[in-house]
């Protein structure tokens, strides 16, 4: 495997970027981007994700949304990872149903644009994906979130930004949420 100048800057520039990024964005879901037949497993994610806004009075900040993310992905009062991929793989199947029906003018249609939150959550958090599985949006119905939003930012103990956690998922349909290891070997077979 030969590699060239452009090739070696090119990637040492990804991984700069990487390393040197100080953004950061909140992990969230709201349920005006769920379809209705998605509504009731996507749910408890967009409760936990309302239980964890995070309001230290100083306007919207890096702080509020690394506690939030916090807050989200390490939270176990439920199955956190699994209900938000089944979310996720609910939305792209509507996504899928609606671009194959060629009608895209309805604002009431799931479009690339409403699937984003969740794909950035499910990447952000390091959650794996899976398929949505319909009977398990009866053992979702009954799910109790509980969920306290940190008060304070001394409670950061995991930096979770949203962002390069994870190679940028998609919502193109057939593609699934790649992460980093699929990343890389993808980098690497283009190589």
């Known amino acids: 495997m030969k590699f060239s100048a452009a090739t070696a800057l ?3 520039s ?4 990487g390393l040197f990024d100080d953004s950061t964005e909140e992990l969230k879901l709201d349920m005006d981007d769920v379809p209705m037949s ?3 497993i996507c ?3 967009a409760t936990l994700s309302k239980q964890c806004d995070v309001d230290l009075g100083l306007g919207k900040g890096k702080d509020e949304d690394l506690l939030h993310n916090q807050c989200v992905c390490t939270n176990n009062s439920f199955k956190v990872g699994q209900i938000a991929a089944e979310c996720a793989d609910c939305m792209h199947q509507h996504v899928k149903a609606k671009r194959s029906l060629g009608n895209h003018d309805d604002d009431d249609d ?3 644009d409403d699937v984003k939150d969740i794909d950035r959550l499910i990447s952000g958090c390091g959650f794996s994906s899976t398929h949505y ?7 979702a119905a009954t799910i109790t979130v509980d969920a306290t939003a940190p008060s304070h930012k001394d409670q950061l103990t995991t930096t979770i930004k949203g962002t390069h956690n994870a190679a940028a ?3 193109i349909p057939g593609y699934m949420y790649a992460g980093a290891a699929a990343a890389a070997a993808a980098a690497a077979a283009m190589l």
């Open 38 to 40: 998605c509504k009731t």
């Open 169 to 171: 998922p998609t919502a």
């Open 10 to 12: 090119g990637l040492a």
């Open 43 to 45: 749910n408890p994610v």
């Open 133 to 139: 599985n319909p009977t398990m949006a009866a053992a």
């Open 110 to 112: 799931i479009d690339s």
């Open 14 to 17: 990804v991984v700069a970027a």
